[in-house]
């Protein structure tokens, strides 16, 4: 794991820090790649994050959200010390049990799930996932049975 000394910098509303160049390179190498957003995970000041780095304006920043700051009592302005590595582990979403179970029910709309790329099956389970109330995730799941069985729209879609 990387360890660095940065302070918080802000641009917009987003608090920030730099990566210096050693830690930023020790990173793309454990992750496999230089382009594109990468998953880390760390410690600021002793407290666990997972983020993501990203490239603005021609620099890789680790931004500091606001549950990270809170937890580590910290302010744009203050030095942090950050522990930092990629997050080589899955991003895995868990499937509602409400839409399991309409998918057991419904073999056809099951058959058609699996077939579905797995993209487009985490699409879906994203979808479902993210909603709050009770009533919504009812009536998404309702939904998704339909649009895999190819009776409706869902996710901005006409078809599996």
Known sequence: MNTFKAKIDIIGIN??????????TSIQKQANK?????????TIDGHDFTQTLVKYSGDW??????????????????????KIESNTSKKKVLMNPKLEAALD???????????????????????????????AIEKNV??????????????????P
């Open 15 to 24: 608090p920030f820090v730099f990566l210096p160049a050693s830690v930023l």
């Open 34 to 42: 230089t382009k594109g957003p990468i998953r880390v995970k760390g």
């Open 61 to 82: 920043r680790l931004y500091i959200n606001g549950p990270m700051l809170k937890e580590a009592n910290k302010k744009v302005g203050d030095t942090i010390v950050v």
């Open 105 to 135: 029910q419904n073999e056809k709309a099951k058959k058609i799930f699996n077939s579905l790329s797995p993209s487009r099956q985490n699409e879906i389970v994203r979808y479902i996932a993210n909603l709050k109330s009770e009533a």
């Open 142 to 159: 309702r939904r998704a049975v339909q649009f895999l069985l190819g009776k409706d729209r869902f996710i901005g879609r006409d078809h």
